[in-house]
């Protein structure tokens, strides 16, 4: 008998009659006999809801006040797949993350999980009762309900089924797996039956938010079982594995990732001399702004550009502290730029094939897509372009890299 965790993100509870499917699901799962721990979402556009409320209050709401209010979508979405279950005939009992007793730190809107108690779910999982357990939020050590950050619940589900060593995560969305790129943009784009967790990693952290980030670390880090499947359609889904094949089929690059989230900020005309970076970015990172990519112009009369992105939710805040930064340095001008986007390629297939990153470059070029910033890694290339051409970027490198679905190939 095997214990499984699955997690059933917002449009998979976004009604009830959908509700009622995923406890159809559920019983039938329970029926061949496992042991089913179910986390679940908000209702799909709850937690929007709820946050656009809290700013009807105050622009920026005050973080415990906000995780107080966000954590109800959940709460509710758990008490009404219990009730399903229950109507159904088979015993269900449902927790909110205090009562489990998911034990974070007191990062409001984006804690992370320390600990998780898992007697009481054991003890009901060993009554025959199917646990469900509230997605996105837990308690800190003060008693505070805390949230886990946009995405969150595929990280709860991930971190129990660590903590109750579980056979296997299952996470189940509106899309039947992880795809070479968002099929919502590029409609040829492929369903992946693996791919690495050292990919899925890069891909979420580089925009695909089908799987939070933190999911995806925690099932590297606990060696989780993962397995990315549709709500209501059956099919094998994608497993996110440890193992790379080494195939000959291995493509280059297992998948596109692309993020409308960052701005872009330049400060001109700043002395070259040494520790100006750090003069730069010092009082960025000071003020808790995360910078992502960075470049430094070759100097010219002694005097050089240098180049950052941050958060576009940063971009105000960081303007201001460059502002600062550049009267006090005498640079010349502070610029900004928040149309932009990032594209990435993705794959651990890049280690062994030489000329990627200038496959990519010639595929833009012959868009005539200018390429503002780039940034590499062992197994990514990153280029940040204007963000009008974000989704011709996204499927001309699809092509490029032959993604492209057979069937419709050339269409
Ligand atoms: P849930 O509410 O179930 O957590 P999400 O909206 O968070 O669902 O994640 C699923 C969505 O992620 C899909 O509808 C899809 O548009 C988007 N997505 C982005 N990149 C990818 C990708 N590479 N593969 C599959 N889906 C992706
Ligand atoms: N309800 C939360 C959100 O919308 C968490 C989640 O869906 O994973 O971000
Ligand atoms: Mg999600």
């Known amino acids: 008998m095997a214990l499984i965790v699955q ?6 509870v976004g009604t009830v009659e959908r509700i009622e499917q995923v406890a159809e699901k559920v019983k039938k799962f329970r029926e061949g006999g496992d042991d089913i721990v179910v986390v679940v979402s908000a209702m799909s556009g709850e937690t929007n809801r709820l946050i656009d409320l809290a700013k009807q ?3 920026q709401p005050v973080p415990r006040e906000l995780d107080v209010m966000v954590s109800t979508g959940e ?3 758990i008490a009404l797949l219990a009730m399903a279950l229950i109507k159904r005939g088979v015993p269900a009992v449902s927790y909110t993350g205090n009562q489990v007793r998911i034990l974070t730190d007191s990062a409001h809107n984006k804690a992370r999980i320390l600990q998780i108690d898992d007697q009481k779910i054991r003890a009901d999982l060993k009554a025959g009762r199917v646990v469900v357990v509230a997605g996105f939020q837990g308690v ?3 008693g505070n309900i805390t949230t886990l950050g946009r995405g969150g619940s595929d990280t709860t589900g991930v971190a129990l089924a660590a903590a109750l060593k579980a056979d296997e995560c299952q996470i189940y969305t509106d899309v039947d797996g992880v795809y070479t790129t968002d099929p919502r943009v590029v409609p040829q784009a492929q369903r992946l039956d693996k791919i690495t967790f050292e990919e899925m990693l890069e891909m979420a952290s580089l925009g695909s938010k089908v799987l939070q980030i ?8 606990y060696n989780v079982p993962l397995r990315v499947l549709h709500s209501f359609q059956e099919g094998p889904g994608t497993l996110i594995t440890l193992d790379e094949e080494e195939s000959m089929e291995q493509p280059i690059i297992s998948g596109i990732a692309f993020n409308r989230d960052e701005a872009k900020l330049t400060i001109r005309g700043v002395p070259d001399i040494p520790g100006v970076a750090f003069k730069i970015l010092g009082p960025i990172s000071a ?8 470049v430094q112009n070759v100097a010219h ?10 958060h576009r939710n940063d971009y105000q805040n960081a303007q201001r502290v460059l502002e600062q930064t550049a009267s006090e340095l005498g640079a010349r001008e ?29 595929a833009l070029a012959k868009e005539t897509i200018n390429i503002q910033m780039i940034s590499t890694s062992e197994i990514k290339v990153s280029v940040v372009i204007e963000e009008k051409y974000l989704e011709l970027a996204v499927r001309a490198l699809h092509t490029a890299f032959e993604l492209d679905a057979p069937s419709r190939q050339g269409e």
């Open 75 to 77: 709460q509710v979405t």
């Open 140 to 142: 800190d050590e003060h």
């Open 7 to 12: 997690k059933f993100g917002g449009t998979s």
């Open 214 to 221: 933190r999911s995806v670390e925690f099932a590297g880090k």
């Open 57 to 59: 209050i105050s622009e």
């Open 301 to 310: 009369d002694n005097t050089t550009d240098f180049t950052f992105t941050v």
């Open 334 to 362: 502070v610029i900004g730029d928040t149309k932009i986007a990032k594209v990435s390629i993705v794959g651990v297939g890049m280690r062994s094939h030489a000329g990627v990153a200038s496959r990519m470059f010639e």
């Open 287 to 294: 003020s808790n702004i995360e910078v992502d990519m960075i």
